[in-house]
């Protein structure tokens, strides 16, 4: 029973891998993309429901999260065509994340991905990209993001720079001092 976070987890990398072979936006894509979100939310859920949280369905989570951004980005950059601007921005913040993951190695000898509200609001916004492209527009909804992202990337960074010990559920960078 307490590994039942963690298959939904592993769910999602599957339906993760599933995305590849779809045609983007066709609507079995959708649902599939659909299902890989709302595990996403699950598998957390019911591993504190459980008391089932450990620190390996931390991490397998995490991992899950970030290789499902980037399948999302290889398929995303290329079907909406994004401008130069956006290609760059998101460079950048790819490029933080991965400075921040070294930096967390470095210090807590473990990759320190971060459960902040950010990095979740990050998620969600991810998440709801094509929802939000249908609703305001490509740059709008690539700005919101990113904007987003940034933010949530920066943040970690921050927090493996300073914080002490590596906290995985810290809320926000105004957690530090507690």
Same mark, same amino acid.
């Given at each position: $029973? ?12 599957? =339906? ?6 779809? &045609?983007?936006?066709?609507?079995? %894509? ?13 598998? =957390?859920?019911?591993? !504190?429901?459980m008391n089932a949280v450990s620190k390996r369905?931390? $991490? ?19 079907? %909406?065509?994004?401008?130069?601007? =956006?290609?760059?921005?998101?460079? /950048? ?8 993951? =070294? ?5 807590? !000898? ?38 987003? /992202? ?5 943040? &970690? ?22």
């Amino acid at each position: $029973m307490k590994n039942i976070p963690n298959l939904i987890t592993m769910t999602r990398v599957l =339906g993760t891998v599933v995305l590849l072979t779809m &045609e983007p936006f066709s609507r079995q %894509f959708l649902i599939v993309y659909f299902l890989c979100g709302i595990s996403d939310v699950l598998d =957390g859920m019911i591993a !504190r429901k459980m008391n089932a949280v450990s620190k390996r369905g931390q $991490m397998l989570d995490s991992i899950a999260d970030a290789f499902m951004v980037i399948v999302l980005l290889s398929i995303f950059v290329p079907s %909406f065509q994004l401008p130069l601007w =956006g290609i760059y921005w998101i460079a /950048a913040i790819a490029v933080v994340r991965l400075i921040s993951l =070294g930096v967390g190695f470095i210090r807590y !000898r473990q990759l320190a991905f971060l459960h902040t509200y950010a990095n979740k609001l990050t998620g969600i916004a991810l998440f709801t990209f094509p929802f939000l492209y249908i609703g305001t527009g490509l740059y709008a909804a690539a700005i919101l993001v990113c904007l987003i /992202a940034s933010i949530s990337a920066i943040e &970690e960074l921050i927090i493996n720079s300073v914080s002490i010990k590596l906290r995985r559920d810290i809320k926000s960078i105004f957690s530090l001092r507690k």
